[in-house]
């Protein structure tokens, strides 16, 4: 596990596209996971300015995200379909048919799951997987737990995941209580994965990730057993790690 400590949340981006950006130059055909919620955006806005700029061509690009809420279509501006075009997908020269998300309207959330396992697998697996981290050290939506969830399921959101998200939404009653997400195992059998945080509110989740536990109750805590992983950090949220884990 490496780490990179950067000053702020602009330069956690730029280190994060600068990767996501190098892997699409060595292999135009990758496949990538991603993640939404507040953190990736600056890496968004980066990669949007890499393919306008210098036409970062993402036309052989798959990509597959981490979850969505269970119950919302892709209309829905709450949705994680909804994020991904607003941010990411309509500023890029990707092909609608290579954007893979959970469907959250699906009636059968086990056969759903067991789909998008197959589309990962028939695609060659994931080639670097970009991941946020959730105040509770929740993956996705894997959130803590006695075990680990190993492949696409559904999932029961906890009460913190709930009201961190709540920011989003009029109130904490509109905020779905399901989503469908990517599993431990899913995640783990990436080749590369980045995990991003920014902000004190992260630093403790940080911790346990990095140098905690390898324990299901802090789900991020199993990519120290992943063999290639680069965790990208403002400086509040690296502000708990001993300054021997620090390497910039
Ligand atoms: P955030 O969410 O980027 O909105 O903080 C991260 C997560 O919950 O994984």
Known sequence: MRVLITDSYDQMGLEAAKIVAGQIYL???????LATGSTPLSMYERLVAVHRTVGL?????TTFNLDEYIGMGPDNPQSYHYFMQKHFFKHINIKPENVHIPNGMAQD???????????????????????GIGQNAHIGFNEPD????????????????I?????????????????ISMGIKTIMMAER?????????????????VCGDVTPEAPASILQLHRDVVVILDKEAAELL????VSI
């Open 57 to 61: 061509d993402f036309s052989e690009v």
């Open 109 to 131: 959330v086990i056969a759903e799951g067991e789909r998008y396992e197959q589309l990962i697998a028939a695609k060659g697996g994931i080639d670097l997987q970009v991941l």
């Open 27 to 33: 292999k135009p055909n990758s496949v990538l996971g």
């Open 163 to 179: 009201l961190a998200n709540s920011r989003f939404f009029n109130n904490v009653d509109e905020v779905p209580r399901y989503a």
């Open 242 to 245: 001993p300054a021997n884990v």
């Open 193 to 209: 994965v980045i995990l991003l945080a920014n902000g004190r509110n992260k630093a403790r989740a940080v911790y346990k990730a």
């Open 146 to 161: 006695v075990k680990f969830a190993a492949t696409t399921h559904k999932v029961e959101l906890d009460e913190e995941t």
